[in-house]
């Protein structure tokens, strides 16, 4: 990929984008660059990771920039907006990672009318396994899409949406990983009062996830037909799933998504 790109926020996210990048190597560390409010401790822990252009200097970093990668919390968006407009060339295509911030808002706080591409990935970024959705905002063009694609193609699959969906994808793919990992940590806790050491029973657990995950891509079945498969009538897994419905697991998982999706919906209220 022939551009240079500037992630404005040097958090979680950011570092997990940062770091499939690198491991892809579509860019050379010369074309990511990175900057952060004014905390240098944390530009500095990017680089010794990555090696890639960390500057606190907003000017020089947008100045360099092809692509524009705003990936502050969504109430910092606002100051960090701020900081670099007046650097912003109308021809800089600016991609936002934040949750529930509709490109409209960030156009608006823009005040051009530079191509907006809203993305959602999640933290498995860090290793090529993110589920992006991408979306375009009105300045943006098939091309920009496009554009969006390569690069979050090189940390995952993408899909593309209309905007409107942005917040249940939020709930889903987005905040997702968060929830397989609750269930791991109760999976590791039932271990562990089982007696197991920490270290075989998170072997346990993490190549039973991989395993399921792995499945649900490559045999062709849904979910319903592999959980079928393991729940022999009268047996183990049967019991578990018995006590799941009696706590009303479905529904829990259900409201989860929704309560999240909302929270998205909320906190574009608030532009
Ligand atoms: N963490 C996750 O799993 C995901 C996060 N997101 C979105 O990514 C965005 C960032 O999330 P995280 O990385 O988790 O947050 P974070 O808090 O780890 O990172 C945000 C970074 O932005 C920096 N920052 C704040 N104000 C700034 C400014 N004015 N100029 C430059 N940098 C500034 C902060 O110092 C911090 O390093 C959020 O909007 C979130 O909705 C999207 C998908 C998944
Ligand atoms: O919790 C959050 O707000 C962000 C957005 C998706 C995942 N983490």
Do not use: W
């Amino acid at each position: 990929m022939n551009k240079k790109i500037a992630f404005i926020g040097a958090g979680s996210m950011a570092e997990a984008i940062i770091s499939g990048i690198v491991k892809s190597g579509i860019l050379t560390k010369e074309q990511i660059l990175v900057t952060n409010k004014s905390n240098r401790e944390r530009l500095e822990n990017i680089k010794s990771k990555y090696d890639v252009q960390c500057i606190l200097d907003k000017e020089e970093v947008i100045r360099e920039a092809d692509i524009v990668i705003l990936a502050t919390k969504p109430y910092d968006l606002k100051d960090s907006v701020e900081s670099i407009k007046e650097f912003l060339q109308p021809e800089q295509l600016v991609f936002s990672v934040i949750a529930g911030i509709s490109t409209d808002y960030i156009t608006a706080l823009i005040g051009n009318n530079n191509p907006v591409v809203r993305a959602m990935p999640n933290t498995s970024a860090t290793i090529g396994y993110s589920a992006t959705a991408i979306s375009a905002g009105k300045y943006a063009s098939d091309e920009h899409l496009i554009q969006a694609e390569e690069l979050f193609a090189t940390i995952g699959t993408t899909a593309i949406v209309d905007e409107d969906d942005m917040h249940t994808v939020t709930g889903i793919s987005g905040s997702g990983p968060a929830y397989i990992y609750y269930l791991v940590e109760a999976m590791e806790k039932a271990a562990l009062e089982a007696g197991f050491d920490k270290e075989t029973a998170m072997e346990l657990i993490t190549q039973t996830v991989r395993g399921a995950g792995q499945m649900l891509k490559e045999s062709g079945e849904s979910a319903a037909v592999l959980r079928k498969k393991i729940t022999s009538p009268a047996g183990t897994t049967e019991a578990g799933i018995e006590t799941l419905n009696k706590y009303d697991f479905e529904k829990t998982i259900m409201e989860c998504v929704k309560s999240a999706s909302n929270r998205s919906v909320e906190l574009g209220k608030n532009e």
